[in-house]
């Protein structure tokens, strides 16, 4: 069966500064894998997708991921973070092409100034 | 990508009544999916909205209390039965464009239960 664990349900850093959030996901088939940004009271915004091609993925705002499958993660980094960055950030992984999705605990990023 | 509206944004409704949110998209999609996220949690899949034929649910969710319907490529509802206040979360409708891997997500419906 598929999970994702996402490290720290809250991560704090300053203006500027490296972001980094943990994900790691167990499947038993070479998984697709999604992070998805939700902003206070709205939907979910795909950040970037892993299928299979590229292992080190980017995506909007700066976001970039890369999956190391002898580690099971796909943790999202993005260089210098912009205090717009401050939402919840969810990782999904997925089995199939367009199926369902088994999301991770989330972690809620701060960003101070 | 699929542009996503649902409607209602938000409900405040008695315990004991339903409610029926709805899914519209501007494309004809293959699959739609009803999640659920209560407070401050991730998010959970409900059920997988088929076209022509019955929703296919996850485990502890059940047809009688979350009745679905999608009678066209573009268009779904979800209804909420005999509400608890238990059942106060966002609900969230989501489709999977024809070709792609990843799901696009409505913006939500808001659900409290008094």
């Known amino acids: 069966a598929q999970s994702v664990t996402q490290l720290g349900s809250h991560v704090s850093v300053s203006e500027g500064a490296l972001v980094l959030l943990r994900c790691n996901y167990s499947s038993s088939v070479p998984p697709y894998l999604f992070w998805y940004v939700q902003y206070p009271n709205q939907g979910l915004q795909l950040l970037l997708k892993?299928?299979?091609?590229?292992?080190l993925v980017k995506g909007i705002n700066g976001f970039e991921a890369e999956f190391k499958k002898s580690e099971t993660s796909f943790h999202l980094t993005k260089p210098s973070a912009h205090m717009s960055d401050a939402a919840e950030y969810f990782c999904a992984v997925s089995e199939n092409q367009g199926g369902k999705l088994i999301f991770g605990q989330g972690t809620e990023l701060s960003v101070k100034p | 990508s699929a542009v996503i509206s649902q409607k209602p944004s938000r409900d405040i409704c008695q315990r004991g009544t339903s409610l029926t949110i709805q899914c519209q998209v501007d494309s004809q999609v293959t699959m739609m999916f009803w999640y659920r996220q209560q407070p401050g949690q991730s998010l959970t899949l409900i059920a997988t909205a088929n076209q022509g034929s019955e929703a296919t649910y996850e485990s502890g969710f059940v047809i009688d209390k979350f009745p679905i319907s999608r009678p066209n490529l573009t268009f779904s509802t979800l209804t909420v039965s005999n509400m608890s206040p238990e059942d106060s979360s966002i609900y969230l409708c989501?489709?999977?464009?024809?070709?792609?891997?990843?799901?696009?997500f409505g913006p939500g419906t808001r659900l409290t239960v008094t």
């Open positions: 989501s489709v999977g464009a024809s070709g792609a891997y990843e799901q696009y």
């Open positions: 892993y299928t299979s091609a590229a292992t």
